[in-house]
């Protein structure tokens, strides 16, 4: 099993749309959460930082974490063409000495 | 600010033949730098994590003789693929950041490897 499980995509919406992309992870010791924007061929961006479950609002972009479930999301309102990318889901444990990244979803948001 | 750079962006090469990718932090200091392989579809994957002055910290299963790291600079870090195979064929990303946490290291654009 994957320390962290991210669905690849690639998630087709129209634009507007509210854009919902989820992480999974198995290892609790997890207490660090980071959502990165990648553009092809490009470094990845960080995007949200948190590190307590609930939400954490940043414009357009919410992330939330359920620490007990361990589950995290990142929800994007009135998604723009601009915003299709590759999103990477990144958490580090308390060690912190690196970053485990998810797979990362492919989203298209078409005009 | 907080840019870093990569060079060469994409690098064509024979196999057997070695490699050099440089990283560089253009307006600050960095004491850590990270370096990342990204296969077609796959997850960024730590490699080493490199900090200035000393020896590079290679993940395991990364081959250190193959993956020479050198961190000369608080600026400049670099990755010679030595004796390059088509498997290495790769995007190479590096970071870098100034309090060697990752939660707050800056990515490069990536240099994109194609060994023939």
């Known amino acids: 099993q994957k320390e962290v499980e991210q669905d690849p995509g690639p998630l087709s919406v129209p634009e507007g749309a509210i854009v919902s992309l989820n992480c999974t992870y198995s290892n609790s010791a997890f207490q660090y959460f980071m959502w990165y924007r990648q553009y092809s061929r490009k470094g990845p961006e960080l995007l949200m930082y948190?590190?307590?479950?609930g939400n954490k609002e940043d414009g357009r972009f919410t992330a939330q974490v359920d620490k007990s479930s361990k589950y995290i999301s990142l929800f994007i309102r009135d998604s723009q063409p601009s915003d299709s990318a590759t999103y990477l889901c990144?958490?580090?444990?308390?060690?912190?000495?690196?970053?485990?990244f998810g797979t990362g979803t492919r989203l298209l948001v078409s005009p | 600010g907080a840019v870093v750079s990569q060079h060469p962006s994409w690098v064509i090469c024979k196999s057997g033949t070695s490699v050099k990718i440089e990283c560089r932090s253009l307006?600050?200091?960095?004491?850590?730098m990270f370096w990342y392989r990204q296969f077609p579809k796959q997850s960024l994957m730590l490699m080493a994590t490199s900090n200035e002055g000393s020896k590079a910290t290679y993940e395991q299963g990364v081959e250190k003789d193959k993956f020479l790291i050198n961190h000369a600079s608080l600026t400049l870090s670099t990755l010679t693929v030595t004796s390059a195979h088509p498997e290495d064929s790769s995007f190479y990303i590096c970071?870098?950041?100034?309090?060697?946490?990752?939660?707050?290291?800056?990515f490069g654009p990536g240099t994109r490897l194609t060994v023939l």
């Open positions: 990144a958490l580090g444990d308390t060690g912190f000495q690196k970053l485990v």
């Open positions: 307006d600050f200091q960095a004491t850590t």
């Open positions: 948190t590190y307590s479950s």
């Open positions: 970071s870098a950041t100034t309090s060697g946490r990752p939660d707050t290291q800056y």
